[in-house]
């Protein structure tokens, strides 16, 4: 499986942007996904999570309210629409997918990046004053 993630770029504080995550058509049949962000000095943290059903969902405290988190299945793709860009929201932003058992699911995707088996190469979001 293959993510390939577009949208990322350079906005002014207080601005929006959209995020696209194309998975390859072998896409896991049931499957957490989600967008990962990582500052320069600072570990990676999950910003939001979706899973399969496309209601399951995780916004990061630090994202809440201003991040929303969603997906087409019929596309393969995942978004993450952010409305009122901070600085501090800048980072690299990675999309990531794992395998989730549909019986053992719980109604929260997996939070810890080791979960998350598969990869995008990333795309950059800057948020400038």
């Known amino acids: 499986m293959h993510l390939v993630e577009s949208g990322g770029g350079s906005v002014q504080v207080g601005g929006s942007m959209k995020l696209s995550c194309k998975a390859s058509d072998d896409a896991l049949p049931n499957n957490c996904m989600g967008w990962s962000r990582q500052a320069p000095g600072k570990e990676r943290e999950a910003a939001a999570l979706i899973y399969s059903d496309a209601i399951s969902t995780f916004h990061a405290n630090s994202v809440k309210g201003r991040f929303t988190i969603s997906r087409d299945n019929a596309k393969n793709t995942v978004y993450l629409q952010m409305h009122n860009l901070r600085p501090e929201d800048s980072a690299m932003y990675y999309c990531?997918?794992?395998?989730?058992?549909?019986?053992?699911?719980?109604?929260?995707?997996?939070?810890?990046?080791?979960?998350?088996?598969?990869w995008g190469q990333g795309t950059q979001v800057t948020v400038s004053e």
């Open positions: 990531a997918a794992a395998a989730v058992d549909s019986e053992e699911f719980d109604g929260t995707c997996p939070y810890l990046s080791s979960n998350y088996s598969y």
